[in-house]
């Protein structure tokens, strides 16, 4: 298997993992679920997070593309700067539950 498909499924992997564990976060939330404060679930986004994010570099060097010189990568890279901002107010800057 090539270095290009064992970055990809690791960032595919990373990709699934943070979505599900800020989905799973959001819902402890709206529930007051003492989860929160388990010391694993308070580290394992940040660790799964930059593991995604070094993939993502790893790939863009492999395939010789890079954020804004190919537009699809620029789209993505905000999108991520949005994601992360969103994720912000989402679970540590909202007043409320809602």
Not at 19 to 44: A, C, P
Not at 83 to 94: E, F, P, Q
Request: proline share 2%; glycine share 4%.
């Amino acid at each position: 298997m090539s270095s290009y498909h064992v970055m990809l499924y690791i960032h595919i992997t990373c990709a699934a993992l943070s979505l599900f564990l800020f989905t799973l976060r959001g819902i402890w939330m709206m529930k007051e679920s003492n989860l929160l404060q388990l010391r694993v679930v308070r580290f394992l986004p940040h660790i799964i997070d930059t593991v995604l994010l070094l993939a993502a570099v790893a790939l863009t060097i492999i395939i010789n593309q890079f954020p804004l010189v190919t537009h699809w990568l620029t789209v993505k890279l905000i999108a991520l700067i949005i994601y992360i901002c969103l994720g912000m107010v989402a679970l540590r800057l909202g007043k409320t539950k809602n």
